[in-house]
Nanobody, 121 residues
Framework: QVHVVESGGGLVQPGGSLRLSCAAS????????MGWHRQAPGKQRELVAT???????NLADSVKGRFTISRDNAKNTVYLQMNSLKPEDTAVYYC???????????????WGQGTRVTVSS
């Protein structure tokens, strides 16, 4: 079984910073990719950033230059450093891990419960 747990959300003023963390645990072979999505009230969930096990990253245009995604493969942990936060960044942020449970099989997505980020003065 695979568990994905996020932490680090909270309330921050516009222009401030937050760092989200997400750790995957359990019995598996590898995690080819990890990432962050977010869902604002009344909106669909959207991709924020992804990172592969080799460090290749992809960020949404709306967060480029402000957010950075990084990963510690030894800890099966992914981080999202969010700077210059705006009110429109307010959302529940969900971590996902594409996990290959057994060598040679397809990776399956596992999701965390989400952590709320509120940007407000």
């Amino acid at each position: 079984q695979v568990h994905v747990v996020e932490s680090g959300g909270g309330l921050v003023q516009p222009g401030g910073s937050l760092r989200l963390s997400c750790a995957a645990s359990g019995n598996f072979f590898s995690i080819p990719a990890m990432g962050w999505h977010r869902q604002a009230p009344g909106k669909q969930r959207e991709l924020v950033a992804t990172i592969t096990s080799s460090g290749r990253t992809n960020l949404a245009d709306s967060v480029k230059g402000r957010f950075t995604i990084s990963r510690d493969n030894a800890k099966n942990t992914v981080y999202l450093q969010m700077n210059s936060l705006k009110p429109e960044d307010t959302a529940v942020y969900y971590c996902n891990a594409a996990v290959r449970v057994v060598s040679g099989t397809y990776a399956r997505n596992y999701w965390g419960q989400g952590t709320r980020v509120t940007v407000s003065s």
